[in-house]
């Protein structure tokens, strides 16, 4: 049985938005604010950095009792003891990332579209990450956006707890709350914003049905 995870508020950084706060003050921050799960995406060409921060991140993660999990390298989870993975099609196949990891470890993966459907195996992969919803700009080569009906009909199609993902913000994570979504996953709407902690508090009030 894989760890216990709530998928409201999932926070993925980008160190170059973070700037020079920096993506573990960024995440300290959030965390407080309600950021309910942690990613680690980093530079590829990058390694040392990326493991660097991912032994950071862990640490704050686990003082705070929130999953911290790392996008695409199955091999820095093991390294630094992550409660997970998140890989994307191009990436290593779920199975062989669950077959790595064990059954207790979290094992997410992304959707972008009907073709995706069949990696989403229930008997692998503990949720899914849907979208991009909205135009995004914080990932090179993003797939194209689906907008609200396109992530409806998907997520209806998915039989798994499902983040949305993709150009998310303060204005439209309400209507994609009511699209069926278990909760958003955001980069920009907190990475590079003045404060953190305020920016996931307004963000959190907005995912269980309040107002900023």
Do not use: W
Not at 25 to 40: K, N, S, Y
Not at 76 to 102: E, N
């Amino acid at each position: 049985m894989s760890i216990k995870f709530d998928l409201s508020l999932y926070l993925v950084t980008d160190s170059i938005l973070c700037g020079a706060m920096g993506v573990v003050a960024t995440a300290e921050a959030a965390i407080r604010g309600g950021v309910t799960m942690l990613q680690l995406r980093g530079p590829r060409d990058n390694l040392r950095q990326l493991l660097d921060d991912a032994i950071a991140l862990r640490d704050v993660a686990r003082h705070h009792g929130i999953p911290f999990v790392v996008n695409d390298h199955v091999d820095i989870a093991l390294a630094v003891q992550a409660d997970g993975v998140h890989v994307g099609q191009d990436d290593m196949p779920a199975a062989f990332a669950r077959q790595l990891l064990g059954r207790e470890k979290i094992v997410g993966i992304s959707i972008t579209s009907v073709a995706d459907l069949p990696s989403a195996d229930p008997a692998v992969v503990d949720y899914v990450g849907l979208g991009p919803v909205f135009a995004t700009t914080t990932k090179l080569n993003a797939a194209p956006a689906l907008g609200l009906d396109g992530f409806r009909g998907l997520r209806q199609r998915v039989g798994l707890p499902v983040v949305a993902i993709g150009g998310l913000n303060l204005g439209n994570i309400a209507g994609v709350m009511a699209a069926g979504a278990d909760g958003v996953a955001v980069v920009s709407a907190i990475c590079g914003t003045p404060d953190p902690a305020r920016a996931a508090r307004d963000l959190r009030q907005i995912v269980r049905g309040g107002q900023t």
